[in-house]
């Protein structure tokens, strides 16, 4: 499967952007999907995850709340609503996909090319 990041870009602290990611090559419905992120200087971190039929979701601490993961499977796209951005949120966000579940970063097998994210204060 490949993976296709978008809906990046600047927004001021307490905006709203989403997220999209489309899958190609194989259906969707075939992967566990998470979004992650990267900050400047700071390791990859898992922020959100959803089952493959999109009735369980997991969050990180940090974003329970104000983000929302989402899928369509019908269109083979996995969304990302973040609300009540912070600048910490600032960050290179990657969606990522395994077969098999779980939303720590070793366990995803593919991943998308990554968008950027910059919240200014």
């Known amino acids: 499967v490949q993976l296709q990041a978008s809906g990046g870009g600047l927004v001021q602290a307490g905006g709203s952007l989403r997220l999209s990611c489309v899958a190609s090559g194989r259906t969707l419905d075939n992967y566990f999907m998470g979004w992650l992120r990267q900050a400047p200087g700071k390791e990859r971190e898992s922020v959100a995850a959803?089952?493959?039929?999109?009735?369980?979701?997991y969050y990180a601490d940090p974003v329970k709340g104000r983000f929302t993961i989402s899928r369509d499977n019908a269109k083979n796209t996995v969304y990302l609503q973040m609300n009540s951005l912070k600048p910490e949120d600032t960050a290179v966000y990657y969606c990522?996909?395994?077969?098999?579940?779980?939303?720590?970063?070793?366990?995803?097998?593919?991943w998308g090319q990554g968008t950027l994210v910059t919240v200014s204060s």
């Open positions: 959803i089952s493959w039929g999109g009735g369980a979701t």
């Open positions: 990522a996909a395994n077969e098999f579940g779980g939303s720590g970063e070793l366990e995803y097998d593919y």
